[in-house]
Each structure stands twice: as structure tokens, then as C-alpha cells.
């Protein structure tokens, strides 16, 4: 769907750059602040435009250095959404939306105004300013005016970042939403690991302007040589599951993995729905004997596959449970059970470690009634 | 009561006539100028920059004297627009518009210029993906978003005109009906033995007309800002 390839020098980094984003998926580019992450979006929309390279979308060459192709932004189809929103403050919602629309339908089905103002739940606010929107409204009238250029592909510049965190949950819903809805590709730049979990499909991993990981987002949460890249502190295993049972009485699910099934409250969905669970290193203990009397109702037996030893104090374990797994242990206990690879032992998780922001993925969980 | 005698009444009507042509000559020259200087990095940036200022710090006179060489019957702009068009500035009151367009330019390029930089370029950025083409993208985004400054612009272009003195003088002479107007009629009163009470009474017209300005210039910024804004 999306093919590109960048070499441009900026005055502080240089962006050094291949992907390729597939048709009706989210693909995540995920880094540091600074790590050219905007750069990169700004040269795929047209508005940067880079030394070396090309960007193709599906088989339309939009820009190609060898061949003097530079289509300008205008002609080149592709919606943008901004960090800070970037209404027009002299219009109201209503011409702000309708600002770049147009009614040919590009994926087969027409995105029209009715269905964008339905599904971004803003008909309330068609005849306010900017101004006079919450930093949630902005995102989502940004949202729905980018959709109604009826885009090839939308990208999405950490588009939560302007937003209170009490809000966010606000908006994501509405961008899986598009996907689901509308069938959309999406390039989503981000720094916060636990959008990236829950929305992407896929992941390209940057550092310094260049490519460290490309691949499934559980692929590369699971590699321990990334942890300094994909954050410390939230590091650990995405497992993809199943929504397998559900215990009423408990308000207790059990997710459904290669490896076993998983336990989580606050799950009340169909049976068959796709998760995406994240269980942070931090969050898993490990026990050299199957543990007894534990009020922790995960336990998954693994052999240790990989130490992960930065030198500190701590340390971070990756063992084989049926699917990856990831434990971070102090160095001390580390040292006491004498633990190495291709030892076994039982990884304790406990249930109520989870919450709505370590579980996501192919399907919103629970939407908002309004939509 | 105050009632104007003709003779006030034909300077009144010519300041405002030659005020409003001169605005009218300044605005889009000086909106495409405060554009490339707000906008467009170029060698000899400074240099345009201080050439559309000269009039600021020039003296009248000097600027009067260029215009008539430069425009005179004979002049090498004058004789071009006497052939091709058959206008004559020098000595009329479309010479009188023109030293007042050239006085207030550098005003009109510094208003609009200002209002220019403080527009996020981000939004203009934001319509060009949005399909609008850099056309599209002025009058759609960047006009509406300036208009204050424009407004601002003309104002201080419209202010400056009417109270042009020195170059008009010097350009197109003091010839009453054609080039007095209300600056002009008040230096003429002031040099006749008699004058003072005549001269006084334009003084206040002066006021009244500058005060007038200065409101409606105050309720349009509000209005602007209003729909800008919401």
C-alpha cells in the first residue's frame, strides 16, 4: 500500500529510512521525541521534501528523486492529522469539515459527512469555532475534516499528545473505529508504548532518524535487546489472544493464547474476540516450584529462553511459555535462585495487574454507547 | 453652528478623494510586498526591506522631488504614461494620490507584513494537504486570518494620506480644486494676513475626520477579531 524510502539530512539528525505499510492496517512509527518521526510524515505528505528516496502509494509513484517525481501535497490524497489540531480558526466545525471535501469515493465507499459526523460523535458542535472546542473535540473535528478528503491512507501525528490524559480515552475508540469502520490504512507516529500496543498492527521502531526494529508490535515488545528503544519502564510481552470464557459472578475472562489462558477482570466481551494483552516485565514474579495457597491466578510454567543483563540492578528474563513472555527480576534474586537459560520455572502474573490500557488490539473493547 | 464654507467643502472632498486612491494604489502593492518580505528568504532581503522604509525616514521633500522627476510631463515615467494611457500626474490630483500612496506604503507593507508572520504556517500547511492549492490556500486561509492587519494597513495608509503634506507640495504644487487639500488649505490660510480663523476651523475638521477614522478603524478590528475568533 505504502512504500517509502528517505535519506535527507536535517541540522541536527539525519533520517535514513525504508518501510512499507500494508493496505487496512494501522502501522505504528514509534520513537523518541526528536527521533524524526514528524520528518518523516511531513516528507510522505509533501510537505518536506526529501533529498534521496521515493513514496509510492499502492502502484502511484508520488515522489521519486531519480525520476524528478514530486507530486504536491494538494494532488497527493494522503490525510494528515496534527499533533495540535490545526483547525482553521475562522471557520466553524462545519466548514472545517467540509474544508477539503470531497464525494469521490476512494475505497470503494464513499465517506460522507452524515457517517463521519455519526461515527466521530461531533453533530453537536457543527456550528462552534475552534476556540471554542476542548482539546478531544479539536482532535476529532481534525479527524473527521481529514477523512472527508476522503483520503488514500490517513496519518496520524501522535495525535493524543495535545490532549489530557483523562481525554485520550476519549479518542482512541474513534481511531479504531476508522479502521474497523472505514477500512482505512494508518500511519500513527507516537512515543507512548501504550497507544502503539493497543492500536498498531504493525510497528517500525525508530532511533535517530533510522529504522532500529520493523515487525508485529508482540514480535518487537518481546525483544529484549529493544527495551532501551521501546521504554523501560512499560517493557514487556504483548500476547495476541481470544476471549475464551467469561465468569459473571467474578467479572473474571479467560484469554485464550498460544500457551495457555490468561485470567483478567473487566473483560465482558463475545466469546472469539481478539485481545491484545500487554503484561509489563514488572508485573510478573517468577518461583522455582509450582506455586501453592497464591492468590495470583496466573501461573504459567516456561523455560528461561534469554537474560537480558544491562548491568543494573535489575534484570530482564524472557521465557517460553508457549509464547514469549517477559519477567523483570532483581539482580539479588536473580543471583539467589540461580537462574540462567534454559532453566524452568513458574511465571506468576497476577490479574489484577491489567487494566484497560494493557488491553487492545483488533477490536474495540467497549465502546461508548453513543456510537 | 459649524457650517463649511465650499471652498472647506472642495478641500474636504479632495483630501478624502485622493486619501481613498491612495489606499486604493497601496493595498494590493503593499500586500504583495509585506507577502515576500514575511515570507521569502532571497539575496538582498534587507535591501528590499530598507527601500520600502525610505519613505518612513526620507524627508517629504526628497520623495517629492524623485516623484517629479521621475513622473513629470517630460519624465521618463511621465512621458510613458502620457503616451500609453494619456494620464498626467504631475500637477493633479491623481499626482496628489500618488505622493500620498508612495508616503503611506511603507505603513501599509509594515501592518500587513506583521499580520503575515503571526499566521501559523501550520494551518496553511494543513489546507494544502487537505487538496487546496497554494491559490486556494491565500484567499481561503491566509486572507481572512491577515484581514486584521490588512484593516490595520489601510487605516494607517488612509490616516497618513490625509495628512500628507511635504511631497504633495513639492510633486504636484498647492492649485486649489486640483491639489489643496485639507494640509495644503491649512498652510495656504496660514500664509495669507487674515487667515488664522479660517485655517482654525480646517484644524478642527482635521480632528473631527482623524477621531472618525480612528473609531471605525476601533469597530471593524473588534468585528474582525469577532468572526476570526468566535
Redesign the interface.
Known amino acids: 500500500m505504502l512504500e517509502i524510502s528517505f535519506n535527507h539530512n536535517f541540522a541536527e539528525f539525519r533520517v535514513e529510512l525504508e518501510f512499507k505499510a500494508e493496505a487496512g492496517s494501522i502501522t505504528s512509527l514509534f520513537g523518541r521525541s526528536g527521533t524524526g518521526k514528524t520528518s518523516v510524515i511531513n516528507m510522505i505528505a509533501g510537505l518536506t521534501k526529501p533529498e534521496i528516496g521515493y513514496v509510492k502509494v499502492g502502484s502511484d509513484v508520488l515522489f521519486d528523486s531519480t525520476k524528478g517525481i514530486n507530486v504536491p501535497p494538494e494532488q497527493r490524497q494522503l490525510g494528515y492529522i496534527f499533533q495540535d489540531s490545526r483547525l482553521f480558526p475562522h471557520l466553524n466545525v462545519r466548514n472545517n469539515l467540509l474544508y477539503g471535501a470531497k464525494s469521490s469515493a476512494i475505497n470503494g465507499q464513499e465517506i460522507t459527512f452524515d457517517r463521519v459526523v455519526d461515527v466521530l460523535d461531533i453533530g453537536a458542535l457543527l456550528e462552534r469555532k475552534p476556540t471554542n472546542l476542548s482539546g478531544g473535540e479539536k482532535q476529532r473535528v481534525a479527524i473527521g475534516r481529514a477523512l472527508l478528503s476522503q483520503p488514500r491512507l490517513l496519518m496520524m501525528d501522535e495525535p493524543l499528545a495535545s490532549i489530557d490524559v483523562q481525554l485520550r480515552s476519549e479518542i482512541l475508540p474513534f481511531i479504531e473505529e476508522l479502521r474497523d469502520t472505514f477500512g482505512l490504512t494508518v500511519i500513527y507516529v507516537s512515543h507512548a508504548i501504550e497507544e502503539v500496543i493497543r492500536l498498531a498492527d504493525k510497528m517500525v521502531l525508530l532511533t535517530n532518524g533510522s529504522k532500529a526494529a520493523e515487525g508485529d508490535v508482540e514480535e518487537i515488545m518481546s525483544r529484549l535487546d529493544l527495551h532501551p528503544l521501546t521504554g523501560r519502564f512499560d517493557a514487556g510481552a504483548v500476547l495476541s489472544t481470544k476471549v475464551a470464557s467469561y465468569d459473571p459472578e467474578y467479572d473474571l475472562a479467560e484469554l485464550a493464547f498460544e500457551g495457555g489462558n490468561l485470567r483478567v477482570t473487566g473483560v465482558d466481551l463475545p466469546m472469539g474476540t481478539p485481545l491484545r494483552a500487554h503484561i509489563r516485565a514488572r508485573d510478573v514474579s517468577l518461583m522455582l516450584e509450582r506455586p501453592v495457597g497464591t492468590s495470583v491466578l496466573n501461573v504459567f510454567e516456561g523455560r528461561i529462553i534469554e537474560v537480558g543483563d544491562e548491568g543494573g540492578p535489575q534484570l530482564d528474563l524472557k521465557i517460553d511459555i508457549g509464547s514469549a513472555l517477559l519477567a523483570r527480576v532483581t539482580r539479588k534474586s536473580f543471583n539467589d535462585l540461580d537462574l540462567s537459560v534454559g532453566k524452568t520455572v513458574f511465571a506468576m502474573v497476577k490479574a489484577v495487574a491489567f487494566d484497560r490500557r494493557s488491553l487492545g488490539g483488533q477490536i474495540v473493547t467497549k465502546r461508548p454507547d453513543s456510537i | 453652528m459649524f457650517s463649511p464654507t465650499p471652498l472647506e467643502l472642495e478641500a474636504l472632498y479632495l483630501s478624502l478623494k485622493v486619501a481613498f486612491w491612495s489606499v486604493l494604489i497601496t493595498l494590493p502593492v503593499g500586500l504583495l510586498f509585506a507577502w515576500i518580505l514575511a515570507r521569502k528568504k532571497f539575496y538582498g532581503h534587507a535591501l528590499l526591506n530598507s527601500i520600502v522604509h525610505l519613505p518612513l525616514v526620507l524627508p517629504p521633500v526628497v520623495i517629492g522631488f524623485f516623484l517629479l522627476s521621475l513622473l513629470k510631463r517630460h519624465g521618463p515615467v511621465g512621458e510613458f504614461l502620457h503616451d500609453a494611457f494619456g494620464l498626467t500626474v504631475a500637477f493633479t490630483w491623481q499626482g496628489a494620490a500618488i505622493a500620498s500612496a508612495v508616503m503611506a506604503f511603507p505603513l501599509m507593507v509594515r501592518a500587513i507584513r506583521l499580520s503575515i508572520e503571526n499566521v ?1 504556517t ?2 496553511e ?9 497554494p491559490f486556494r490556500v491565500f484567499y ?2 491566509t486572507l ?2 491577515i484581514s486584521p492587519g490588512i484593516l490595520a494597513g489601510v487605516i494607517l495608509a488612509f490616516a497618513r494620506s490625509l495628512g500628507e503634506f511635504g511631497a504633495t507640495i513639492t510633486f504636484v504644487s498647492n492649485i486649489p480644486g486640483e491639489t489643496r487639500t485639507l494640509p495644503l488649505a491649512i498652510f495656504s490660510l496660514l500664509q495669507t494676513p487674515s487667515g488664522d480663523a479660517g485655517a482654525l476651523r480646517l484644524v478642527v475638521l482635521s480632528i473631527v475626520l482623524a477621531l472618525a477614522a480612528l473609531l471605525v478603524s476601533e469597530y471593524l478590528a473588534v468585528r474582525a477579531k469577532h ?4
Open positions: 501559523d501550520g494551518l500547511a494543513a489546507a494544502r494537504t487537505l487538496g487546496a492549492s481561503s486561509i481572512p486570518l468572526r476570526i475568533e468566535g
